[in-house]
């Protein structure tokens, strides 16, 4: 099958997985935006981000091309709704990768900003070929009062729904975005509930989880934490919408449960820290037992969430949240929002605990109890691993490739419609 690939760039462990198409046997091509290094509208590469990977790439620049004198109405009329993006150009895009490449499939990473140009071509005749699109949270969820998500006006619902309508195959990441695709009016029928897998290859997170405690142990010395601590972590991009600042008005309660605890607060030093997080440990407990790592990569990710008892994802608004997943790589259990896709998961495998989202006494009570139960810490651990499996490179793929199989067979039935547009 030859399938293309838009916007890989969208998630950053997208790469993973096609590669993953390439090594059984699929041809994987991309479209991509490129504005460096760029010396016309267009540009055809052998490869897409490794020397010899051998995936086709169509690069576009998004302010080039003479086609933009014909799809400026309708860019004009939706930039804003749209993002700032170019709709109408995009969509000629799409339509100019897929005479490209020809592909038997199109499957759209973004949800978003490549998958309603896709799914309106689809919707005005303009594609023939099967189209899937993926739905990571941002796209769809409207939480745009708290920093994530986008605020649904009339004409972005009109998007949506216009998109959705016509796309042959839903993927949502989790139980919460495949109600919010209901919402939106898609085809039940139409939806497959498929993770996406760990970003990191997976001798990284398993290296880590056989050497734990050894991990554990470095992290510890680094930071400045005893040994025997108790030790809670969080990590994320620290922006209002993770809800660090509930972690925050929680942790004068866990200390007076556990005056010897410390909290690794790691990710980036975004403005939020100092705006809205730092003020509340400065007015109540201080900082002396919270550690700020900046941000983290590789195994020094894996390493920090497996020096910590507990992860802690007290998000108000997010899809999916992959790093409660990257703690369950090392044995890292969570305690998580019910705000997060991921939260689905803990339950089904029990290996953490879920508190309503907002509710910091609630976040409060959970960690204690967690830290309370070190037995039960130990079990989560064991079942974290369990759960893992789904996040896999391996199984996305088979999930995905088995997707991607169906769709292109029932465009072939009898009375669909066919063909690279």
Sequence with gaps: MRILFLHPYGWRGEYSIL????????????????????????????????????????????????????????????RHTFDGRNLGHRMWVIRAAVRQFAPDLVYCTDGFSYAVPAGLLKRFGFLRTPLVASYIGGDILDCSHMGYGRKRTPE????MRASIGHIDAL???????????????????????????IGSPREVYEGVYAQRAQARAEVRQRLGIPQEAPVVVTLSDNYFSKGIQDMARAWPGVLAAYPDAWWILAGPNAPWLDEGVFPLLDASVGRARVCVTGRLAGRDTY?????????VNPTLCEGLNMVTVDAAAVGTPTVCSD?????????????????????????????????TQRERLAAWGMRCREMIADFTAESVFLRLSALFARTVHSARLPGSKDGNG
């Design 19 to 78: 590669r993953e198409f390439q090594r059984h046997g699929h041809e994987v091509c991309a479209l991509e935006e490129r504005r460096s290094g760029m010396t016309g509208k267009r540009m055809l590469t052998p490869d897409l981000r490794e020397m010899g990977d051998g995936i086709q790439t169509l690069w576009y620049h998004p302010g080039r091309g003479a086609e933009r004198v014909f799809t400026l109405p309708l860019d004009r009329y939706f």
């Design 156 to 159: 972005l619902d009109w998007l």
């Design 171 to 197: 993927r949502a990441l989790c139980d919460s975005l495949e109600r919010a695709l209901l919402k939106d009016g898609a085809d039940a029928a139409r939806i497959s509930r498929i993770p996406i897998q």
């Design 303 to 311: 390493a920090t969430l497996a020096a910590a008892e507990l992860n």
């Design 339 to 371: 705000a997060a896709g991921i939260s689905d998961w803990v339950l089904r495998h029990d290996c953490g605990l879920v508190y309503a989202a907002g509710d910091v006494r609630a976040l409060e009570q959970a960690v204690i109890e967690a830290l």
